[in-house]
C-alpha cells in the first residue's frame, strides 16, 4: 500500500510539472485596478508535450461549446434584466465599492451568532455506504442582505430562504467532516457524490456534508427556469448578496456542526463552489482546510470571456459609461482576491484544469499567487471532463490528511482509510 501511495505522488509530482507558469498575474492591491483590464483575454499557456498539448486542446474545444450554451442560456432568461438595471444600480454600486475600499472583511462578512433549528429527515442515498447513516437537512437562512434596499426582494424570494444539505455520519461520534460545495447549476446530491468519489471519502473515516448554494436545487423559485438562474437575474448588486448569503449559510452550517460536537471542518467546491470555497478561507478560521476546484477569482473576467453573452454586457458597460476595472471593483466585496486567507498556505490547495475554458487556468493562478503559492495541482482536463481525477483525488486525500484532520481517527480506521485512498480508482 505504501509503495503506491508513493507512486501516486511521485505521478502526481510529475504532471504537475509538466505545467508551467510563465510569470505572476496577481497584480498588486487593489487588484480591481492594477489588474489588466484586458485580463480576460490572456492566453493559458502552459508547457505541455505534444500528447498532452493534443488532449488539451480538444478538451479545450468542448469547453468552448459549453459555456456558449450557458452563457446564451443566461442571455436568453437572465442578463436582459441585468443589463437594464446597470443605470438604476449606481447608487448601490457605490456602496459596494466603499466596503470593497474599506477592507473591513468582519462588516461584509458578519460571522452569525446564532446556531440555527436544523431539521432532520432520513433519506435513502444510493450512492452512499450501506453503513452510513444519511440525513437531509434544512433550516432557515435568516440572511440579511448588506444594502438595505435589497432586503425586500430577498424577502420575497421564499424558497431560497431555506437552506439545504445532505448529511452522511457515521453514527459512533462526531467525525472530521468534509464540506462539499457544488458549481453553477450541477447541484444535485447524486452527481456530486459520484463526481467527488465520497464514498470513498467516507471509508477515510470522515462524516460528508454536501451543502445547496442559493437559488439551487430546492432553493430555486418554482418558476426559475433552470437550477442557479436567481444567481445572475437581478443585476450585479444582487449577485453580490447571493454569494454572501452562500458563505453566511454555509457558517451557520459551520455553527450547527460545533454544536453536535463536530470539532474538524474542511471545504471543498467546484466552479461556483470552488469560489465559496475560497471565501470560506478568508472567512472562517474554523475550517481545517480549504481546496477549491477550478475555481472562479474575478467574477468579472469570466463573466467578459463568455461569448456571446460578453457582447452584451461590453455593450452594457459602454453606454452605462462603467469601466471593466469599475466593474471589477462592484463585485470586488465577493472576491476572494480582496481578501487574506485566514487559512495559512499550508491548509490550502488548489486543483485546476489545463484545458478549462469555462473556468480558465489564468482564474486558478491568480488565486495561488493571491495566497502565497499553497499546494497546486493541474490536472489534463477541462471543466467538466477531469483526466487523471484519480490522481488529484489521491493528492487531495494525503493533503487533507498532511493537515491534520484525521488525527484522533482509530488506528482501524487510519488503516482503511489508507486503503481507500490506495483503491482509488477512476
Not at 127 to 141: D, G, N, W, Y
Not at 197 to 225: E, M, N, S
Request: hydrophobic content about 40%; proline content about 6%.
Amino acid at each position: 500500500m505504501e509503495e503506491n501511495n508513493t507512486l501516486a505522488e511521485e505521478v502526481s509530482r510529475v504532471a504537475n510539472a509538466t505545467y508551467g507558469h510563465s510569470r505572476r498575474l496577481m497584480p498588486e492591491q487593489p487588484w480591481w485596478n492594477n489588474l489588466d483590464p484586458v485580463f480576460h483575454k490572456y492566453p493559458d499557456d502552459f508547457y505541455l508535450d505534444s500528447k498532452t498539448q493534443i488532449t488539451v486542446y480538444i478538451l479545450s474545444l468542448l469547453d468552448i461549446v459549453t459555456r456558449t450554451v450557458l452563457s446564451t442560456l443566461a442571455m436568453v432568461f437572465a442578463l436582459f434584466s441585468t443589463l437594464r438595471r446597470l443605470k438604476i444600480e449606481n447608487e448601490a454600486q457605490h456602496f459596494y465599492k466603499s466596503l470593497a475600499d474599506s477592507a473591513d472583511i468582519d462588516t461584509v462578512f458578519p460571522r452569525p451568532a446564532t446556531c440555527p433549528d436544523v431539521q432532520r429527515r432520513p433519506v435513502h442515498v444510493t450512492a452512499a455506504p450501506k453503513e452510513a447513516i444519511t440525513e437531509t437537512l434544512t433550516f432557515a437562512s435568516h440572511y440579511r442582505t448588506l444594502h438595505p434596499a435589497l432586503q425586500e426582494k430577498f424577502d420575497q424570494l421564499d424558497r431560497n430562504n431555506t437552506v439545504w444539505a445532505q448529511y452522511w455520519r457515521h453514527g459512533d461520534r462526531p467525525r472530521p467532516t468534509l464540506c462539499v460545495i457544488h458549481g453553477f447549476i450541477l447541484d444535485a446530491y447524486s452527481v456530486n457524490s459520484r463526481f467527488f468519489h465520497l464514498h470513498d471519502f467516507f471509508r477515510q473515516g470522515y462524516d460528508i456534508v454536501l451543502c445547496t448554494l442559493p437559488f439551487h436545487g430546492a432553493r430555486k423559485q418554482r418558476w426559475a427556469p433552470y437550477s442557479g438562474h436567481g444567481v445572475f437575474s437581478y443585476g450585479a448588486c444582487h449577485l453580490n448578496e447571493a454569494v454572501l448569503q452562500g458563505v453566511h449559510d454555509f457558517r451557520l452550517l459551520l455553527n450547527w456542526l460545533e454544536s453536535q460536537g463536530v470539532e474538524k471542518a474542511g471545504v471543498t467546491g467546484i466552479s461556483f463552489g470552488g469560489y465559496t470555497a475560497a471565501l470560506l478561507a478568508a472567512t472562517e478560521e474554523r475550517l481545517q482546510f480549504s481546496i477549491p476546484i477550478v475555481p472562479v477569482a474575478s467574477m468579472t473576467d469570466v463573466i467578459l470571456q463568455w461569448a456571446p453573452v460578453s457582447l452584451l454586457i461590453k455593450l452594457g458597460l459602454r453606454m452605462a459609461g462603467i469601466s471593466i476595472p469599475e466593474a471589477r471593483h462592484v463585485m470586488a466585496v465577493q472576491s476572494p482576491l480582496s481578501w487574506k486567507p485566514k487559512l495559512p498556505r499550508e491548509r490550502l490547495m488548489i486543483i485546476g484544469g489545463a484545458g478549462d475554458r469555462v473556468v480558465p487556468p489564468k482564474q486558478a493562478r491568480l488565486l495561488w499567487d493571491h495566497w502565497d503559492h499553497p499546494r497546486l495541482h493541474w490536472f489534463p482536463g477541462n471543466h467538466l471532463i477531469h483526466m487523471d481525477q484519480v490522481v488529484y483525488l489521491k493528492d487531495m486525500a494525503n493533503f487533507i490528511r498532511s493537515t491534520g484532520f484525521a488525527d484522533g481517527l482509530s488506528e482501524t480506521t487510519l488503516r482503511t482509510g489508507h486503503a481507500a485512498v490506495t483503491d482509488l480508482r477512476p
